[in-house]
Each structure stands twice: as structure tokens, then as C-alpha cells.
């Protein structure tokens, strides 16, 4: 199968990238290098790589027209919150534009389209654990502008019959993950503040408690719905966690670390935790590693 992964030099999309591959699948790769967090870009040399936005529709549409890929996963976003704040246009062209151009791609030529979407998409409204049919509640531009791709997605498959399946990440973590700069997510930032010695900051009372998810669990559940021959998955919304969560004080007794508190954030969830019986029903997937397990390899 040819697969086309956006945002496919970062984290997750270059974990993907590696796993297709190694499945022997033929993989293009397109990354216009703008995550502010990321330290540094991951290209396979087996891929073919192209330095290319999602807001560039007429570029993604000659790379389907020569490359015919079965599957599109679309992991390219503006993802940060804070950032999102500080730029909301910046979040609706990439995001909402973005995967517009990705789905209209993937219409001309027939692909299978992935979108990577939020947890954020819940907010404060709903009660844990969190499932696919609650109201979303959207507290900042980067949940509003993911959970936009999700009606579009959606949209595509109603009107145009595009295959989409729709994923709500919970908290990824794992090798690659972002650890550049004050937003970066916190299992990266930690470690990276704790290798260098320095106390690890704790936002607000640190007892906020989130649903941490590895990316090869993240990477498995991608690569199952590309496969996947059940209808109903289809248009379809699923979240992807574990079903447990830790507070970020959890952590840092984890990392066995010196912490030191920071104000408190604007816009977030206090709890995720997710219920991820749609994804074990249709997509045949369930986590397979445990974050304390992780945590604890680190040390």
C-alpha cells in the first residue's frame, strides 16, 4: 500500500512513518518543519520526504496525483493550546484549512484519510471517563480548530463518500516527544528539566490528572483503522487512551525529581480519562504499555 503522513517528521508522524515502512509499506512524508517544540525533525530515509505545508492544497493534490496513496493520516496541526492562544489565525488556517486541503486531496484520488484530533475536544462540561457521544466543549482555538477538521472529516464522508476515521489522542508520550520550550507537553518536558538538573515545573497544584497514551499505541490504532473492514468505523469518532490517568505530582514522584510550581493555565481540562471500548469494539485495539512501566525505564 502507498501511505501519505502529514506532519510525518514529528513525533508521532515519524514513529508512523518508521512502522509503515518496516511493514513494508511505500511511505510519502510531508512536513513544512513549523512545530515550535520540536528540537528536531525525523526522516526516514526510506521515505519520500517532501518539505511541503498542508495549507499548500495545490502542492498536496500533484503529490497525490503522482504518488496515488491508499492512505492519508493527517497528523499535521498547529497542536499546541498556548500557542493557539497567542496566534488563533495561525490555528484556523493549518488546522480547519489544512485538513480541508488534506480531505479535498484525498477525494481526487481516492485515499482513506486519519485524522488525528483532540481530547482537548471534551473540556470541563463532560464528567471522566470520557466517551465519543459527549457534547464537545471547546475552551481554546486549538480544540475549536480540531474539533472543526472532525466535522469536516466527518462531512467528507457523508457527502463525498471519503473514507475517514477520526482519532481523539489522549496525552502522547514517548521516543521524540517535544521537549522545546515552556509549552512543550509534560513527560518530555519533565525528563528534559530533570536530565539537566533542573526542578520540574509543576503548573497550578499539580493535581490536574491526565490520560497519558504511548505513541506506538497511538501509531497501532492508525495503522488498524487503515486496515479496518468494519463500516461503522467509518466517519466514525474514536478516543485514543488507556483508561487510567496520573496527576502530574504522580509524575514527578515517578522521575523521583525537586519540582517548583507555576501559575496555572487558561483554557485546560482539569481530568481526561478516557473510555476506549469503540476502539477495542471496531478497530480491534487496545494499549499495550503502561506509563509507569515507561516512567520507570527511564530512571
Same mark, same amino acid.
Given at each position: ?12 508522524? $515519524? ?5 509503515? @515502512? ?11 518543519? +513549523? =512545530? ?12 519520500? $520526504?517532501?518539505?511541503? +505545508?498542508?495549507?499548500? +492544497? ?22 499546541? @493550546? ?38 482537548? =475536544? ?28 472532525? =466535522? ?63 505513541? $506506538? ?15 461503522? =468505523? ?12 496520573? $496527576? ?15 501559575? +496555572? ?10 473510555? @476506549? ?17 515507561? @516512567?520507570?525505564?527511564?530512571?
Amino acid at each position: 500500500m502507498v501511505a501519505l503522513v502529514t506532519g510525518g517528521a514529528g513525533f508521532i508522524g $515519524s514513529t508512523l512513518v518508521d512502522k509503515l @515502512i518496516e511493514d513494508k509499506h511505500e511511505v510519502v512524508c510531508v512536513d513544512d518543519e +513549523s =512545530a515550535e517544540c520540536n528540537e528536531q525533525f525525523y526522516y526516514n530515509d526510506d521515505a519520500h $520526504s517532501w518539505k511541503v +505545508s498542508v495549507t499548500d +492544497s495545490d502542492a498536496l493534490l500533484d503529490l497525490c496525483t503522482r504518488y496515488k496513496p491508499n492512505w492519508i493520516f493527517h497528523l499535521a496541526a498547529e497542536s499546541r @493550546i498556548q500557542p493557539t492562544i497567542d496566534r488563533p489565525q495561525d490555528a484556523c488556517n493549518t488546522n480547519i484549512m489544512g485538513t480541508c486541503n488534506v480531505l479535498q486531496a484525498a477525494r481526487e484520488c481516492g485515499a482513506r484519510v486519519m485524522y488525528s484530533s483532540t481530547s482537548a =475536544a471534551y473540556g470541563l462540561k463532560n464528567e471522566p471517563p470520557l466517551m465519543e457521544y459527549m457534547p464537545t466543549d471547546c475552551l481554546n482555538p486549538y480544540s475549536v480548530t480540531k474539533v472543526a477538521g472532525e =466535522a469536516l472529516c466527518k462531512m467528507y464522508y457523508e457527502l463525498f463518500g471519503v473514507e475517514t476515521i477520526t482519532f481523539r489522542y489522549f496525552n502522547v508520550y514517548g521516543p521524540r516527544q517535544p521537549v522545546k520550550g515552556q509549552y512543550a507537553p509534560v513527560v518530555g518536558l519533565f525528563m528534559k528539566q530533570k536530565a539537566e538538573g533542573k526542578k520540574m515545573t509543576v503548573v497550578g497544584d499539580g493535581e490536574q490528572r491526565r490520560d497519558y497514551t504511548h505513541v $506506538s499505541d497511538v501509531v497501532n490504532a492508525n495503522i488498524l483503522a487503515a486496515k479496518c473492514t468494519a463500516t461503522r =468505523a467509518l466517519g466514525n469518532i474514536f478516543n485514543i487512551g488507556t483508561g487510567t490517568n496520573h $496527576s502530574v505530582n504522580d509524575l514527578v514522584t515517578l522521575l523521583e525529581g525537586e519540582s517548583t510550581f507555576i501559575p +496555572s493555565r487558561e483554557g485546560e481540562a482539569r481530568t481526561t480519562l478516557a473510555d @476506549i471500548s469503540n476502539a477495542y469494539h471496531l478497530l480491534q485495539w487496545t494499549p499495550q504499555i503502561k506509563f509507569e512501566d515507561y @516512567i520507570k525505564e527511564q530512571l
